[in-house]
C-alpha cells in the first residue's frame, strides 16, 4: 500500500487496521513493525501539523506548503512573492545543505535566478552558469559580503528579491552583517531560536568556528531577530507554523499587502516543533534539481 495514498484516505489511526492486514502478510516481522511504526509517526505528525496550523492566530500561516524547503515554507514564500507581484527575480540563499532541500528551490523551478553559499558538496551535479552559481566555503563574518558581492557581480544581479540565511549558529550576525551593509531584499528568511518566545532577548556570541551539536545554543530568539529588521524598516509578516523555526520579513514600505497580518508579534510567533515526517510524498531526487537548475541556462 502507498503511505501517501494511505494518508489520503484515511484521517484515523483505527483505520491502520488495514494496513497491519496487508503487512501481515510479510514474514518479516521485525520490517513489518518497522514500517508500521514508521507510518503510524508520520500520520500522527501530518495530524499534529494541521492541528498547528489550523489553530494559528496569524492567518497568513494557512498558505503554508512543501514542495522543496523543510516543511511548509514553500507555501509561505510563495504566497509573499506573489502579493509583491514578483515574477522572476534574484535569490541568495546561505545555507543550502547538499542542495536537495532548502528555501530557494522553488524560487529556481519558477524561473528565477540566484546563488547558494555553504559548507557541504552539492549532491547533485552542477555548474556555475548566468542563472545559478554555488560557493562551497565555510561563512563567517569576514566573508560574507565578499562571497555575496562575488556572485552578484559574476550574475549581473543589481539588487536581490529574497535572501534565505539558515547557518545553525551565527545567523544573526550574519545577518546583521548584510543589513548594515545596505543588502535589503524584499523578503528576508530566517531561522530563528524558537526556545524563546518574545519578549525574550538572546543571541547566540559570534563564534566563526562554531558547528552546531543539536543543542540551544544557536541563532537568535525571534525578538532579537524583530529588534533588528525594524531597524532596516521591514515588518515580520510570519513564522512557519509546523515547525516554528523560519520567519519570514518584508520590507515595511510593501505592507499594504499584508493587512491579514496581526501587528502583535506573541500573535505570529510560533513554538518549537521538530517532529517530522519520516517520509512526504515521494523522496527528493537529485535527478529533478539538475533538471530545475539546468533548465534555467
Request: hydrophobic share 35%; glycine share 6%; proline share 2%.
Amino acid at each position: 500500500m502507498d503511505q501517501n495514498n494511505f494518508f489520503k484516505e484515511n484521517n484515523s489511526i483505527e483505520s491502520i487496521d488495514q494496513l497491519i492486514l496487508e503487512l501481515k502478510k510479510n514474514n518479516d516481522q521485525s520490517a513489518l513493525h518497522s514500517q508500521l511504526l514508521t507510518i503510524i509517526k508520520d500520520l500522527i505528525v501530518k495530524q499534529g501539523y494541521n492541528i498547528r496550523k489550523k489553530g494559528c492566530i496569524n492567518p497568513f500561516n494557512k498558505y503554508g506548503r512543501k514542495c522543496f524547503s523543510q516543511t511548509d515554507e514553500d507555501g509561505l514564500t510563495y504566497e509573499i512573492i506573489r502579493r509583491l507581484k514578483i515574477k522572476k527575480g534574484a535569490y541568495a540563499e546561505f545555507g543550502v545543505g547538499d542542495g536537495l532541500e532548502n528555501n530557494t528551490l522553488l524560487l529556481a523551478s519558477l524561473g528565477w535566478r540566484g546563488f547558494w553559499a555553504g559548507g557541504e558538496d552539492l549532491i547533485f551535479k552542477y555548474k556555475n552558469t548566468k542563472n545559478f552559481n554555488y560557493t562551497k566555503n565555510w561563512i563567517t563574518t569576514d566573508n560574507i559580503l565578499e562571497i555575496t558581492e562575488t556572485n552578484m557581480n559574476k550574475m549581473k544581479i543589481k539588487e536581490l528579491d529574497v535572501i534565505s540565511l539558515d547557518l545553525d549558529g551565527n545567523d544573526f550576525h550574519f545577518c546583521k552583517k548584510l543589513l548594515s551593509s545596505k543588502l535589503h531584499p524584499k523578503l528576508f528568511i530566517v531561522e530563528y531560536n524558537p526556545k524563546f518566545f518574545p519578549p525574550i532577548e538572546f543571541v547566540m556570541k559570534y563564534n566563526r568556528f562554531h558547528n552546531w551539536i543539536l543543542d540551544d545554543n544557536y541563532g537568535a530568539s525571534l525578538e532579537s531577530f524583530n529588534q533588528l529588521f525594524e531597524g532596516y524598516e521591514y515588518k515580520l509578516i510570519c513564522c512557519n507554523a509546523h515547525t516554528g523555526s523560519n520567519a519570514f520579513f518584508v520590507k515595511r514600505k510593501y505592507m499594504n499587502l499584508f493587512n491579514d497580518v496581526p501587528k502583535d508579534i506573541n500573535n505570529i510567533f510560533m513554538e518549537p516543533n521538530f517532529d517530522l515526517a519520516c517520509k512526504y510524498a515521494h523522496f527528493n531526487s537529485s535527478d529533478v534539481i539538475e533538471n530545475i537548475i539546468y533548465r534555467n541556462n
